[in-house]
Nanobody, 123 residues
Framework: QVQPVESGGGLVQTGGSLRLSCAVS????????LGWFRRPPGKEREFVAA????????YYADSVKGRFTISRDNAKNTVYLQMNSLKPEDTAVYYC????????????????WGQGTQVTVSS
């Protein structure tokens, strides 16, 4: 299977936490990073966080910096997103994908998107 498989979403109250997981089948050549993206209701998909397959470099969108933490387990080909202090504006479908990050505003992603996992934060 090439598409990533995301899990861990759910309904949580403002200030709560969730941990998302994403399993990928393996590294795709040309993409040095694993990233999380989200699509809020009625909006375009946006970048959330990314981490290098090798080494510890991470990237975060300003809107989640200090609240979300991305990590990975290369042995399991899995990337995680720990989300704390959740806000209603974090409500979205969350996706992971392999990516090549240049900046948080400039990146490329593979064409393999999964089904995503729904995160809903109630006020």
């Amino acid at each position: 299977q090439v598409q990533p498989v995301e899990s861990g979403g759910g309904l949580v109250q403002t200030g709560g936490s969730l941990r998302l997981s994403c399993a990928v089948s393996g590294r795709i050549g040309g993409f040095a990073d694993l990233g999380w993206f989200r699509r809020p209701p009625g909006k375009e998909r946006e970048f959330v966080a990314a981490i290098r397959w090798s080494g510890g470099r991470t990237y975060y969108a300003d809107s989640v910096k200090g609240r979300f933490t991305i990590s990975r387990d290369n042995a399991k080909n899995t990337v995680y997103l720990q989300m704390n202090s959740l806000k209603p504006e974090d409500t979205a479908v969350y996706y992971c994908n392999q990516a090549q990050m240049y900046t948080t505003d400039s990146y490329a992603t593979s064409g393999y998107w999964g089904q995503g996992t729904q995160v809903t934060v109630s006020s």
